[in-house]
């Protein structure tokens, strides 16, 4: 019996290469508009996280700006007053003149060992009679030529119960009769009172030779 032999299988052609390169770019233009959504999605997500960062930012810079709107000025602690200074009554005014008096004295009679005595226990301890006297020479020249002292007024400030300062205006004539007003500034000491620095009020007379007008540098700082 003879076998009847299969017909050979044919193989499709392959599609020439216009048809795959025109499905690519089917293909191709399919994903285009997916490919743009992921594009702009990321795009849309960076600029969103960077709005956010700079908000976030502003928000803790205007943090103490708020802080500070919302303060209820009903609820804010009140200015310090400035210190309350009365009239020293008889006897306290006594006690201040005579302290003032007696350094103002002592340096007239270029003591001042004794002028440096009537400071307070800090002053005392920082200098020396020597330098104590360069500083009257530079600064106080007219109490060294003195001839009286006025006392103006002497008021007294309360700090604590055990505790007062007081400030007392004089004016210091020299012997030429040239004057010179000062600034005087007294601390409680136990019963006493203490010397705790001399302010110049008004400069005295310009020196022989010196100008009118001419700048001078006024010491305005405790010194005794």
Avoid: C, H
């Avoid at 959504?37 to 810079?61: D, F, I, P, S, Y």
């Avoid at 200015?79 to 003149?97: F, G, Q, S």
């Avoid at 003591?111 to 009537?118: G, H, M």
């Avoid at 009769?177 to 001399?198: I, T």
Wanted: hydrophobic fraction near 40%; proline fraction near 10%.
């Amino acid at each position: 019996m003879e076998t009847l032999a299969s017909p050979p299988t044919e193989t499709a052609p392959a599609p020439p290469v216009t048809e795959r390169t025109s499905r690519g770019r089917i293909l191709l233009y399919a994903l285009a508009p997916l490919l743009l959504l992921a594009l702009l999605t990321g795009a849309v997500r960076l600029v969103t996280n960077a709005e956010q960062k700079e908000q976030a930012l502003q928000e803790t810079g205007d943090a103490p700006r708020r802080n500070l709107q919302s303060v209820n000025p009903s609820r804010m602690l009140p200015a310090p007053r400035p210190p309350v200074l009365k009239p020293a009554d008889p006897e306290t005014r006594t006690a201040l003149e005579t302290v003032v008096r007696s350094q103002l004295q002592a340096i007239a009679a270029q003591d001042f060992a004794k002028a440096l005595s009537f400071a307070v226990a800090p002053l005392r301890g920082s200098t020396n009679p020597q330098a104590f006297r360069t500083v009257i020479e530079a600064g106080y020249a007219p109490m060294l030529s003195m001839k009286r002292v006025e006392i103006v007024n002497a008021r007294v400030q309360t700090v604590s119960s055990s505790s007062k300062k007081a400030m007392v205006d004089v004016v210091v004539v020299t012997r030429s009769g040239e004057k010179a007003e000062y600034g005087y500034m007294l601390q409680q000491a136990g019963e006493g009172w203490q010397v705790q620095g001399v302010m110049l009020r008004v400069p005295p007379p310009m020196p022989d030779g010196q100008e009118e007008g001419t700048a001078r540098p006024l010491s305005l700082s405790p010194v005794l």
